[in-house]
């Protein structure tokens, strides 16, 4: 893998005026630079007050720097910061400054990706950076925190640790097969291939469960036109968001927002009534309405239970093939009945009214229940889809494994269990391509 000895730099604040910006650079230049930028190289791990100069020795500003020597750095390379005042225009002179000085503009990510090359963190760790920034819920920003600490690879480490030593047992009975005990009908081999299975499972659980809080789910609501849809838009998202009329058709285009419930995001999308219209916008609202169920990971299907004349069976009709539905009866004000949670022909069905908001309760818990919604413990850490594809790849080849032990193939399920490790080995970054290494720092923010 190649690896870059350049020194980069870059603002590491956001953007637009503040009281204090940072402008962090790495790499080998870096005590020339200080030495050119402030006069001296700072003692190592102190805060020091200096003046910034440009290539005449006029002051560009004056603030704090901080100098970390390799290897105790964050990238693991000399690491200088230079704590200013936090004006665009200061900014982007500091960073010229360095510029002139040899260094160059770092990529999105490239800090990060730098301490993890250096072995300063691995992969699952250097991800949990960027997702520290992206918390969105004080709860994805603890579950980031464990994953920045090591929980996760931790856990990861520990299923590789338990299938080193399956692979040890089973090559000891691939290299010496003159012994006269068979390694394969071995009992307590069969009892730790179980073991790591369970573990394996436990492990992806964790994962769903941390994916879920940091990419949550989107629910599309959709339905005849007045059934209720946008009002049960805004009764979830708490807000007036889109207009609700009397007069069907006033929803026309795909409305989304965001929200949390009890911390598990949540990604809601208002759509137009579903029917049959000459009007060419609606027609297009419909179109986007249809799209938008085939992207859904739920759909909402809301009725009018005071409308005698739906039918439920054709409205189902045009939901896409094997989508996740709930049925919701809403205005039960009007028809008396209980609100609550039911099923109908193998559907979930949430009872309620917006308009008194009797049973809106009972759909929040269905909706977190359909995401798999457990209270985050100090064992939950965040993860991403690649981590889930990544656990499922290791459980369909440790299965394959199982089958191969029954068949007493010891050199196959040497390689399925080879195989597991390839697949968990590429959650911290034991296996990785500069393909993908590319695609998870891209989306890192410059200077971090």
Same mark, same amino acid.
């Given at each position: ?33 200080? &030495? ?16 910034? $100069? ?21 990238? +693991? ?72 600490? @090591? ?9 590789? =640790? &338990? ?21 394969? *009908? ?36 959709? +339905? ?70 085939? =992207? ?13 004349? &739906? ?31 039911? *099923? ?12 008194? +908001? ?15 919604? *457990?209270?985050? +413990? ?16 290791? $459980?369909?080849?440790?299965?394959? @494994? ?7 193939? @010891? =050199? ?13 080995? *590429? ?22």
């Amino acid at each position: 893998m190649t690896f870059s000895r350049e020194t980069i730099v870059a603002v590491a604040t956001p953007p637009g005026m503040g009281g204090i910006g940072v402008v962090r650079t790495s790499g080998d230049a870096v005590p020339s630079v200080a &030495t050119a930028l402030l006069g001296f190289v700072p003692e190592p791990r102190v805060a020091t007050l200096a003046t910034f $100069r440009n290539d005449a020795g006029e002051p560009i500003d004056q603030g704090i720097a901080l100098y970390f020597a390799a290897p105790r750095s964050y990238t +693991g390379e000399h690491v200088l910061e230079l704590h200013g005042h936090g004006g665009p225009v200061v900014l982007d002179m500091l960073v010229t400054r360095v510029l002139q000085l040899g260094a160059r503009l770092a990529r999105a990510g490239e800090f990060s990706e730098r301490a993890f090359l250096n072995g300063k963190l691995d992969l699952a760790q250097a991800e949990a950076i960027a997702d520290l920034i992206q918390s969105g819920s004080a709860m994805a920003a603890r579950c980031a925190v464990r994953s920045l600490q @090591g929980a996760f690879s931790k856990r990861v480490r520990q299923v590789v =640790e &338990t299938i080193t030593l399956l692979r040890v047992h089973i090559e000891a009975a691939i290299d010496f097969p003159e012994e006269e005990v068979d390694f394969l *009908e071995d009992q307590e081999l069969s009892r730790r291939m179980q073991q790591a299975r369970a573990h394996l499972d436990d492990l992806a659980q964790s994962a769903r469960q941390g994916s879920l809080l940091r990419d949550g789910i989107r629910v599309v609501i959709a +339905g005849l036109p007045n059934a209720g849809k946008s009002s049960l838009f805004n009764t979830l998202v708490e807000q007036d968001r889109v207009i609700v009329n009397v007069n069907p058709g006033t929803t026309r285009d795909l409305i989304e927002e965001a929200i949390q419930l009890d911390g598990m995001p949540l990604h809601v999308a208002d759509t137009a009534g579903l029917r049959d219209t000459q009007d060419e916008v609606e027609t297009e609202g419909v179109r986007r309405a249809h799209q938008a169920m085939h =992207e859904a990971d739920r759909i909402l299907l809301v009725m009018d239970d005071s409308d005698q004349q &739906t039918s439920q069976t054709s409205l189902i009709d045009q939901l896409p093939a094997d989508s996740s539905v709930t049925l919701v009866r809403n205005k039960i004000d009007l028809t008396g009945r209980t609100p609550g949670l039911s *099923e109908e022909s193998s559907l979930p069905v949430v009872a309620l009214s917006v308009k008194t +908001g009797a049973g809106v309760p009972v759909l929040r818990d269905h909706l977190k229940a359909c995401m798999g919604f *457990e209270q985050a +413990g100090e064992s939950t850490f965040l993860a991403r889809r690649r981590h889930l594809a990544a656990i499922d790849q290791a $459980r369909e080849h440790l299965a394959r @494994g199982y089958e191969q032990l029954e068949l007493r193939a @010891g =050199e196959l399920l040497a390689e399925e269990l080879r195989l597991v490790q390839q697949s968990l080995g *590429e959650i911290v970054g034991e296996f990785t391509s500069e393909e993908l290494l590319g695609r998870i720092f891209a989306e890192f923010c410059i200077g971090k």
